[in-house]
């Protein structure tokens, strides 16, 4: 099945320890992005990529980092840095802008990072 | 920097009333624009998009979205709702600007339809 698969579905983390979240695509789509979403405050925009090897800060990279070694991948670490990083973590994937109308992006199901 | 305003946070209906959804953006470049709706435990799916052409799109359930944009808005409307449409909507815009999309959300707004 073609889709967006982020792993694991809940994660837990003492705190002061980095942890990567995982999103891989396999619809050949060039643009990735992670959101986060917390009650009341809709999805914030974390980092985004539009190609291989190549990423841009979203709204709130601070504490966060991210890679795009490869077309279908693009794991996020939340550091020891990021002050606040119990949440719902949203990986999506689109075609970008491509001057047509395909440039919905489609979601995962998420990850729920608890840190304890 | 681009930002997307949902003005209604908490909306509650009866069945069979109408529904509007407000939604303001600010960017003066080239947008696409999207709302997407979140079931209860489910994962974010797409409702309407807006590209270019006709301002008013339809999209699946029976709703609809008007883009006005001199007034930067692309607010969603459903003439009857029904309990089945308890969700939460957010609005989105996708901005293309020196070869990069930036796809920013709303601040959602949850509605909740009785019977």
């Known amino acids: 099945d073609g889709g967006i698969t982020q792993s694991p579905k809940y994660l837990f983390r003492k705190e002061g320890q980095n942890v990567t979240l995982s999103c891989e695509q396999n619809l050949n789509h060039d643009a990735m992005y992670w959101y986060r979403q917390d009650p009341g405050q809709g999805l914030r925009l974390i980092y985004y990529s539009q190609i291989v090897n190549d990423f841009q800060k979203g709204d709130i990279a601070e504490g966060y980092s991210v890679s795009r070694e490869k077309k279908e991948s693009f794991p996020l670490t939340v550091t020891s840095a990021q002050k606040n990083p119990t949440a719902f973590y949203l990986c999506?994937?689109?075609?970008?802008?491509?001057?047509?109308?395909?440039?919905?992006?489609?979601f995962g199901q998420g990850t729920r990072l608890t840190v304890v | 920097a681009q930002s997307v305003s949902q003005h209604n946070h908490h909306v509650i209906l009866s069945e069979a009333a109408s529904l509007e959804l407000g939604c303001n953006y600010s960017?003066?470049?080239?947008?696409?624009l999207f709302w997407y709706v979140q079931y209860p435990g489910q994962h974010l799916q797409l409702l309407l998009k807006?590209?270019?052409?006709?301002?008013l799109v339809k999209g699946i359930k029976g709703f609809e979205a008007e883009f006005i944009k001199s007034k930067f808005s692309f607010n969603l409307r459903k003439p009857s709702v029904q309990w089945s449409d308890t969700a939460e909507y957010f609005c989105?815009?996708?901005?293309?600007?020196?070869?990069?999309?930036?796809?920013?959300f709303g601040a959602g707004t949850r509605l909740a339809v009785h019977p």
């Open positions: 960017y003066g470049g080239t947008v696409n």
């Open positions: 989105a815009v996708l901005s293309v600007s020196g070869g990069y999309n930036k796809l920013i």
């Open positions: 999506a994937s689109s075609w970008g802008w491509r001057g047509n109308n395909n440039t919905e992006a489609f």
């Open positions: 807006y590209f270019s052409g006709d301002p």
